[in-house]
């Protein structure tokens, strides 16, 4: 396998470092479940990705191929500079699964132990980052107890100490805040912050939209094996970003455009092209240019009417998330799970893979 | 080499977490106890202070050291260490693989930088290794048992690591593979011990086919011995009555004033007629001959089912027969001898047919004669099938 530039994801600056970079990366389970479906996508160094899709979209396979659980159908691209299934790079890269299970006779002490010694990381160096990392994920006082006696929350913060007991440049979490409280979701996004200012790279898969849009530089959303779109969220809503007007009449919006402006209500957009949208509550201007809504700003309040709030809003990410997984033609959301060809949900060609 | 050691830390942590480890530990260690209990004086069998007078099983019989060696071979290898402990270590064990291939635990360790093959072995080694302390430490204990109240430091006595270790390693490698294949402790486990018993039910076949014929070829000898002195008998007799007839024949000859006749050619019925016996001689040959015949077909057909089953042997591991090594070692052909006696063999012989031998003692002597290459050999060749067959599933599979 080699290394094969994508220009679909190429907007980020980092010419260089990619901690990951992936082409064309296919799975296809039983001749005909088509997991994933030619995946392209690059993950800088020093920055926190985040992978989100629907159930069955393909999110683990992609995190377990990289990870060597999975091999693929077909795969070009680099880890950590070597082939994906480079054995010897994972050295470099921590992991932690979701619904990951630690052998429930060790210590949580032992389980950082345990694995870092799998990474092949020497007994000093264990010794002293295994207190640091306990330290780090608040488990100083339980690092001597079994982890069979641990609470979901308490396992998850031990496997993230644990995926960062080799040091390593590239950390890969599935889920990482499945179980965790609200305090701990906060300590975990802290911790992930403070990897990516040490120049590591973080690969996120989550479903909890709201923590990667805290903490994420670019995401990609995956749906039934193809990347539907991806890049930074800057990136995913230019040109979805709009102005919302509300007006203090009792009329609705829509109404009140009719009467001062039949013109525009019935085109349905500014003269500058900019397209007006309504809800029962609001009119919404499909423009990030402040300048472009003054106009029809101008015309409410000379109406002498009350202009009761202008505000800019960008889509957020579950909006992005949302659209990603809709069937444009039908306007319902796709199916979860993978393409099957035997069920005849291998159609879906759209959103095409970055 | 850091991986390597974390690996055999692991073991070593998984090992002391079992709690069957310890108890089985403890009932080695019991076992030995009892062991070191039993003694042989010159009135016989001695259990602690107390002495059970046994005629023919005393010092004056067999050594103390031989006696040990039999206790041990035959009760604390083949029974304890075959069996009980045995039975225990595939219990304990049963869960290691199912444990290790289960979801959201051999993803961490197959995301590390080592090698799918290395991993799995050493998780296999982890239950060898279970075992291997238990017959160590028995060996161990037993072998100062033997030293110290026999008088015999035998080192042989260590051979039984390997070879229960062994015999574990044969039943290990389909545990390994059923608990790969299912992911299922119980179905591992139910698995190796159907194994087991039919491992257990083909030796049995084996060694009864085997006895049989054994004890069928000494019947053919006796029969065959029996049929010479019949047929001399028989010889013998017609030789008489032809003399008779002969002397009748010049008797009457010379009644007559006739010249002495030759020595006639005489029909059977003129023979039977001057011997009585000789139809009963006769008729109890041809009985003889019919039972040898009888005995050729058994034996034919003993031998095909019997070959048979050493064929399936052949491909089988061969735990008994494994087992039965320590003993060939420990306990030599002449020892045998003595113990048959001890036990009383010559009584039993004595109450048999002069004509066959011991059947029992030829039948230990034909399995003693199986070579180590072909029970040691062809079994360890079925797991190292098993093994490479497992590893290259686990290897291959997606998780």
New interface residues.
């Given amino acids: 396998m080699t290394a094969t530039p994508t220009s679909a994801v190429s907007s980020s600056p980092r010419a260089a470092g990619w901690a990951v970079d992936l082409a064309d990366v296919a799975k296809t389970y039983k001749g005909r479940i088509h997991a994933l479906r030619g995946v392209s996508m690059k993950v800088g160094a020093g920055e926190i990705f985040g992978l989100l899709g629907p159930n069955g979209a393909g999110k683990s396979t992609l995190v377990k191929i990289l990870m060597t659980v999975i091999s693929p159908s077909r795969a070009t691209g680099t880890v950590l500079g070597h082939p994906v299934g480079h054995k010897p790079t994972l050295a470099r890269v921590g992991y932690l699964p979701e619904h990951h299970r630690f052998p429930d006779y060790l210590t949580g002490a032992q389980v950082l132990d345990f694995y870092a010694g799998l990474c092949g990381v020497g007994r000093a160096d264990r010794r002293k980052r295994r207190g640091e990392l306990l330290e780090l994920v608040g488990m100083s006082r339980w690092g001597a107890t079994r982890v069979r006696s641990y609470s979901k929350g308490m396992r998850q913060r031990i496997g993230i100490a644990q995926a960062l007991m080799n040091d390593p440049d590239l950390v890969v979490l599935d889920e990482p805040t499945d179980g965790v409280d609200p305090v701990g979701r906060r300590d975990i996004r802290n911790i992930l912050l403070e990897v990516k200012r040490r120049g590591k790279a973080v690969f996120l898969n989550s479903h909890l939209l709201s923590e990667l849009e805290m903490v994420c530089d670019r995401v990609a959303i995956l749906v039934q094996g193809v990347v539907a779109s991806q890049g930074t969220i800057g990136e995913l809503t230019e040109g979805r970003q709009r102005y919302e007007i509300e007006i203090a009449d009792p009329r609705p919006p829509i109404e009140v455009l009719r009467a001062i402006a039949p013109d525009l209500a019935a085109a349905g957009k500014l003269p500058g092209g900019e397209a007006i949208e309504h809800t029962p509550a609001m009119l919404r201007v499909a423009t990030a240019d402040a300048a472009r809504v003054q106009p029809l700003v101008d015309l409410i309040r000379s109406r002498g009417l009350v202009l009761q709030a202008l505000r800019p809003v960008r889509p957020s990410l579950e909006d992005l998330f949302m659209q990603a997984v809709t069937d444009p033609s039908t306007g319902h959301v796709l199916d979860p799970g993978a393409a099957d060809d035997k069920q005849g949900r291998a159609a879906r060609t759209g959103g095409g893979a970055a | 080499m850091?991986?390597t050691?974390?690996?055999l830390?692991?073991a070593y942590?998984?090992l002391?977490?079992k709690k069957l480890f310890w108890i089985t530990l403890v009932l080695s260690g019991v076992i030995v106890a009892a062991f070191a209990c039993v003694g042989l004086d010159a009135q016989g069998l001695k259990i602690l202070w107390w002495s059970f007078p046994i005629p023919m099983f005393n010092t004056g019989t067999i050594s103390l050291a031989l006696f040990y060696k039999f206790v041990f071979v035959n009760f604390g290898a083949a029974l304890w260490l075959s069996w009980a402990a045995m039975i225990l270590a595939v219990v304990s064990t049963a869960s290691i693989i199912p444990?290790f291939v289960?979801?959201?635990?051999?993803?961490?360790?197959?995301?590390?930088?080592?090698?799918r093959v290395r991993l799995f072995l050493t998780k296999y080694v982890t239950a060898l290794l279970f075992v291997a302390l238990q017959v160590s430490v028995f060996s161990v204990a037993s072998f100062l048992v033997i030293g110290l109240r026999g008088g015999a430091w035998e080192p042989r006595l260590f051979l039984a690591i390997p070879i229960v270790l062994g015999v574990f390693s044969y039943l290990f490698c389909i545990c390994a593979l059923v608990g790969l294949l299912t992911r299922s402790t119980i179905a591992a486990l139910l698995l190796t011990l159907l194994f087991w018993i039919f491992l257990f039910i083909l030796n049995a076949a084996d060694t009864a086919t085997l006895a049989i014929k054994t004890d069928m070829a000494g019947r053919m000898t006796a029969q065959e011995k029996r049929l010479v002195r019949q047929q001399s008998e028989l010889e013998r007799r017609e030789h008489w009555a032809r003399d008779q007839l002969n002397e009748r024949a010049k008797a009457d000859a010379a009644a007559k004033g006739e010249p002495e006749p030759a020595p006639g050619v005489w029909t059977i019925e003129q023979l039977d007629a001057a011997d009585p016996t000789l139809p009963n001689v006769r008729a109890e040959r041809g009985r003889i001959e019919k039972q040898l015949e009888e005995s050729k077909d058994n034996i034919t057909q003993l031998r095909r089912w019997n070959d048979g089953f050493v064929i399936a042997k052949t491909i089988f591991p061969k735990t008994t027969e494994t087992t039965g090594l320590l003993e060939r070692v420990l306990v030599s052909d002449e020892d045998l001898e003595s113990l048959a006696k001890a036990f009383g063999g010559d009584e039993r012989r004595g109450r048999r047919d002069p004509d066959r031998p011991d059947n029992d003692l030829e039948t230990e002597r034909q399995l003693r004669s199986r070579s180590v290459t072909w029970i040691v050999g062809t079994s360890l060749a079925f797991e190292g099938v098993v093994l490479f067959l497992t590893c290259w599933i686990f290897s291959?599979r997606?998780?």
């Fill in positions: 850091i991986q050691i974390t690996l830390v692991d942590r998984e002391n977490a444990d289960t979801g959201g635990a051999v993803e961490l360790s197959l995301s590390k930088p080592i090698g291959r997606d998780y």
